[in-house]
């Protein structure tokens, strides 16, 4: 019987083996990164998320500021209007601006603290 004319294509055993392992460690070593990079993507959307609620609170505390600054001139012009001369004008203003640098001088400081939390909740690790 002659021999098969394609046998001298065959594929030793030995090679064989040896492309079966590295496609295994390539998929192996796949998978692996895979899983990192599912992990790296799981921290950052644990950490956008954080952000997104601390930049929430912050716009929310934003809003509420600058009612209360707005309800506080409309006030203030309102009493101005009611004024007889310029002392009391006078009195009345500088009742404003000193409630008024009060208040903005502790919604810079909330701010400033809610701005801290959000940078230092974003860099914590998520479990």
């Keep these: 019987m002659a021999k098969d004319p394609l ?8 090679l064989r083996s ?15 990164f895979i899983e990192a990079a599912n992990q790296a993507v799981g921290q950052m959307h644990g950490q956008a998320q954080a952000a997104h609620s601390s930049a929430s609170e912050i716009a929310q505390k934003s809003i509420e500021y600058a009612q209360n600054n707005a309800t506080a001139t409309f006030d203030f012009a309102q009493k101005l209007m009611g ?6 004008v006078m009195g009345l203003q500088s009742e404003f601006l000193g409630r008024q640098m009060q208040a903005l001088s502790a919604q810079a400081r909330e ?6 939390k959000m940078v230092i909740d ?6």
């Design 83 to 88: 004024a007889k001369d310029a002392a009391e």
């Design 7 to 14: 046998e001298q294509f065959a594929i030793p055993n030995e």
């Design 122 to 127: 974003s860099v914590k690790p998520r479990p």
């Design 111 to 116: 701010l400033g603290q809610s701005a801290a």
């Design 18 to 32: 040896f492309a079966e392992q590295s496609v295994a460690q390539a998929r192996k070593a796949f998978d692996g």
